[in-house]
């Protein structure tokens, strides 16, 4: 059974210190995207890669996230140094090759609190 | 840009009663448009699907789908509910962002469904 797999499933830190989050695709998967979920906000999309390279970051803020796709199992998501506002759950999603209309997988994402 | 309202944010209904969940959307184009399912603690699971075709999509776990062009509704129903039925529910629509891959989705804010024994 082909899932999502992310690490940390859980993971509490202090302000100002550097947040690593991690994603394995599905194999064979050639798009993955990472999402943001908060009670304010609701879901928002934050990074969407294809074939590993960066398609559309619009939706990060730049100054401390970076997302990275060192190999085509795995995908990183970054902060630096971070913030009690970016306490949230990070969802990464991977998408199969083929047809705009296919739908994402979803990791079960990581809990971010910053205190 | 494209946009989706759900405007419900919380619904209760007794366990063997119908259910329907408003979704109204806002895209230029025949849109692809999908309902997730999360519940507490999980990642998000696809109920069901609409790019073209039949206007009514079958889903999993009994869920149904009904795409109303003249409304930009994509409403989802269940005969009756269970009680594992109770968890959010999101609507999304997907964007064809390039040609063989998957579309960017943006997403409703969702509506928590509780089931009453």
């Known amino acids: 059974d082909a899932r999502v797999t992310q690490t940390p499933r859980h993971k509490v830190t202090e302000m100002g210190q550097e947040v690593t989050m991690r994603c394995q695709p599905i194999?064979?998967?050639?798009?993955v995207f990472w999402y943001r979920q908060t009670m304010m906000q609701g879901l928002e999309l934050l990074a969407y890669?294809?074939?590993?390279?960066?398609?559309?970051d619009s939706g990060m803020p730049k100054d401390r996230f970076s997302a990275e796709m060192p190999d085509a199992t795995l995908a990183t998501l970054k902060i630096q140094p971070s913030e009690p506002r970016d306490s949230a759950v990070y969802f990464c999603?991977?998408?199969?090759?083929?047809?705009?209309?296919?739908?994402?997988?979803f990791g079960p994402g990581t809990r971010l609190t910053v205190l | 840009a494209q946009s989706v309202t759900q405007p419900d944010i919380h619904i209760t209904v007794s366990e063997g009663a119908s259910l329907e969940l408003r979704c109204n959307y806002s895209y230029g184009a025949t849109p692809y448009l999908f309902w997730y399912v999360q519940s507490p603690g999980q990642g998000l699971q696809l109920l069901l699907k609409y790019f073209s075709g039949d206007t009514l999509v079958q889903g999993i776990k009994g869920f149904e789908a009904e795409f109303k062009r003249s409304q930009s509704s994509f409403n989802l129903r269940k005969p009756s509910v269970h009680w594992s039925d109770a968890a959010e529910y999101f609507c999304a629509v997907g964007a064809q962002f390039l040609a063989g891959t998957a579309s960017k989705l943006t997403f409703g804010t969702g509506t928590r469904l509780q089931v009453t024994l």
């Open positions: 999603a991977s998408g199969p090759r083929g047809v705009s209309y296919n739908e994402q997988f």
């Open positions: 890669f294809r074939n590993r390279a960066p398609l559309d």
């Open positions: 194999l064979g998967h050639n798009t």
